[in-house]
Each structure stands twice: as C-alpha cells, then as structure tokens.
C-alpha cells in the first residue's frame, strides 16, 4: 500500500511532541507514511483519528509498541517487516521522567528501561529494516537536561533543575547517538540527537501543563517542526551532532 511512501516510524506518537511530529509529517508531504507507534492501543486509535479527520496528504497507521517491552518490539519489527520490508526514518521519541526527586534504583529502571534502553533495542531490532532503505536516518528525542556541558555550567538556565534519573538516562541516550553514529555511517544512515525544547506537553504530568506556560514553555508543534526539518535533510550537515530546534547546536 505505502510501500513507494517515506516510511516514518516514531514511538510515543499519541501524545505530546509524538503526536504533533505526526501530524507535521502527514502534513508536510503525500509520500510520507506515519507509523505511529504507541504503548496503549485504545490512545493510540483515538490519536490516528483525530490525525486522520485534519486530512493530511500523507498517510497515517498505528502500531501497538511499548518500547520497554523486547516481545512488543519484536512483534511490532516483524509486523512493519512483512508490511514494507524497511524503514526510512526511526525516531525515538517515547520518553518518561523519573517519579522521585531523588534517584532511587526502581525510578531509575523505569527511565532507563524507557529512555535508554528501549531506543536502543528497538533501533537494534530494526537494523535490517534500516538497512534497506535507500536514506536512512536515526533521530533521538533527547534533551538538553541530558547535557554534560549544561549540567556543569552555572550560569546556564537548566543549572538548578533537578531530575537526576532523567538527566543521566538522557546523557546515556546521546551517548547511544554518537555510537549509533558511528556504527551506522557504514550504510549510510544518518543519526542525531535532537532536543524538542522546553515545551507544553504532560511529561511532568497534566497538572504542570499551566506551570509549563507560565514559564515560558512553547507550544511541542515547534518540536515537531523542528523534527520535520531533519526528516527533509535541512539538518544534514549536523549529522551525528547534538541539535536542537532553530539551528541550535548543543554541547553533550
Ligand atoms: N516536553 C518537554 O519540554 C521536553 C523537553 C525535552 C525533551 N523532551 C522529550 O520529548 C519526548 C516526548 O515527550 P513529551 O514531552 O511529548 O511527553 P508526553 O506528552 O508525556 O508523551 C510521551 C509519550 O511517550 C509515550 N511512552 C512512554 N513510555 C512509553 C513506552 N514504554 N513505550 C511506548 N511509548 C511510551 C507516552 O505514552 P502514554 O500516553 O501511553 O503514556 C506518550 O505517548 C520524550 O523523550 C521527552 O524526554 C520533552
């Protein structure tokens, strides 16, 4: 069916950044198929719908995937295999932030399971699917919280927020990035680690969606317009670098 399409899978794609990112690819061109992959099944049909009744010129279909699960994500690789044989875009965009100020060893399995390890599997598990892409690309949903370089600078803004399990699974996630980098150069995949701004979205919960306007939060459709431009190559002379929305480039 779209197999002439781009196809585009991003995890996290019910809510958030994942959902306006898939709205922005559907939007942005009828060769674009959206696979948009989600962890509960009855959000993600909500989401598709409500993407589909905007009438994008591309394409949208759901995948069930939890990305901290290895039988999910196997199902789901074998599902997208037998339905398009490869993969022209990865983005990994599910994330959590940890539940306690505090890093505590189970807070620190659960963001790492999610942040870290599943990005890292399910890009593993995809590899063949890259692979047969004519242009594949990688892009991670970090953050700049994940910044060694912000993290030690006390005149940056980001120098007093806490989230310690969120900033370390972040850093491992820009780690994987640059490893990521350079294992894949040799088919020619493209990645990066791309961080979506401080924006509105429930990640720190629904009830912080008014502290986050309050302080200065964009609106996550300008993450996914930042997502679109490295979808459509803009962003290719920062392959394998740490980015971020307007032509920002940040330190790891
Ligand atoms: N918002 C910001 O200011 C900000 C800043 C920097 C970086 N980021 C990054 O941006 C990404 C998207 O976050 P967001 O702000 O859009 O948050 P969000 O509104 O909370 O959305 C997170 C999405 O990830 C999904 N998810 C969580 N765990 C998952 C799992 N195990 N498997 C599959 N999907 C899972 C959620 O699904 P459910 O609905 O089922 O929970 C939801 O769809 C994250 O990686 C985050 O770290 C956000």
Not at 6 to 25: E, H, K, R, V
Not at 159 to 174: G, I, Q
């Amino acid at each position: 069916m779209a197999s002439d399409k781009q196809i585009i899978l991003i995890t996290g794609a019910n809510n958030g950044i994942g959902f306006d990112t898939s709205y922005a690819l559907a939007a942005a061109s009828p060769n674009n198929h959206i696979l948009m992959a989600c962890r509960n099944h009855a959000k993600g049909e909500a989401a598709l719908k409500e993407l589909q009744a905007r009438k994008p010129q591309g394409t949208l279909d759901l995948l069930d995937l939890d990305v901290s699960d290895d039988d999910s994500i196997a199902a789901a690789v074998k599902k997208v295999e037998a339905d398009f044989g490869r993969v022209d875009v990865l983005i990994n965009n599910a994330g959590v932030v940890g539940k306690t100020p505090s890093p505590t060893r189970a807070d620190l399995r659960t963001v790492f399971e999610t942040n870290v390890f599943g990005p890292t599997v399910l890009t593993q598990s995809l590899l063949s699917l890259l692979q047969a892409s004519k242009s594949p690309k990688v892009i991670n949903v970090t953050s700049g919280l994940g910044s060694i370089g912000f993290r030690s600078d006390p005149s940056h803004d980001t120098y007093h927020v806490p989230y310690t399990s969120y900033r370390m699974s972040k850093a491992a996630l820009n780690m994987l990035t640059a490893c990521q980098y350079y294992e894949f150069q040799k088919f020619g995949c493209k990645v990066w680690a791309f961080c979506p701004g401080f924006v509105i979205t429930d990640l720190t919960g629904k009830e912080e969606r008014q502290w986050r306007k309050d302080n200065g939060a964009d609106s996550s459709e300008t993450s996914a317009q930042g997502i679109l431009e490295i979808v459509e190559g803009k962003r290719d002379a920062e392959v394998g670098t740490f980015i971020a929305r307007y032509g920002q480039q940040y330190p790891w």
